[in-house]
Structures are given as structure tokens and as C-alpha cells.
């Protein structure tokens, strides 16, 4: 009865350890998917600017004498 009973607690401990690896790789992926968001809103952002930017003054290599 004793081993079966030590079974037992292996097996809940094992799913235990299950459960808090699922919580970890859920919030690993909350935080890659949030990563992925701020990303793509600054990239956005950016070609946004640049896309409203002056054009460059257009500049001459040619030096009057």
C-alpha cells in the first residue's frame, strides 16, 4: 500500500511541475506576442515618418573658382 501511495505523490508532483511549466511558457508567449506588437507599431511608425519627411536638399560636388 506504501508504494502505491508514494506513486501517487511522484504523479501529482509530476503534474505539478506540468502546470507551473504550462503558466510559464503561456506568459513566455504573452510576453513574445506583446514583444511582436511594440515592434511592428515602432517599424510602422517609423516608415510612417519617413514616408511624410522633406525630401534632401540636393547637394553639388561641383566648387565654383
Not at 502546470?19 to 504573452?30: N, T, Y
Amino acid at each position: 500500500m506504501n508504494k502505491r501511495l508514494d506513486m501517487s505523490n511522484r504523479l501529482a508532483n509530476i503534474a505539478h511541475r506540468q502546470s507551473k511549466s504550462r503558466i510559464r511558457d503561456g506568459l513566455f508567449a504573452a510576453v513574445v506576442a506583446l514583444a511582436a506588437v511594440i515592434s511592428l507599431s515602432t517599424v510602422s511608425t517609423a516608415a510612417h515618418a519617413a514616408a511624410r519627411a522633406p525630401a534632401p536638399a540636393a547637394t553639388s560636388n561641383i566648387v565654383a573658382r
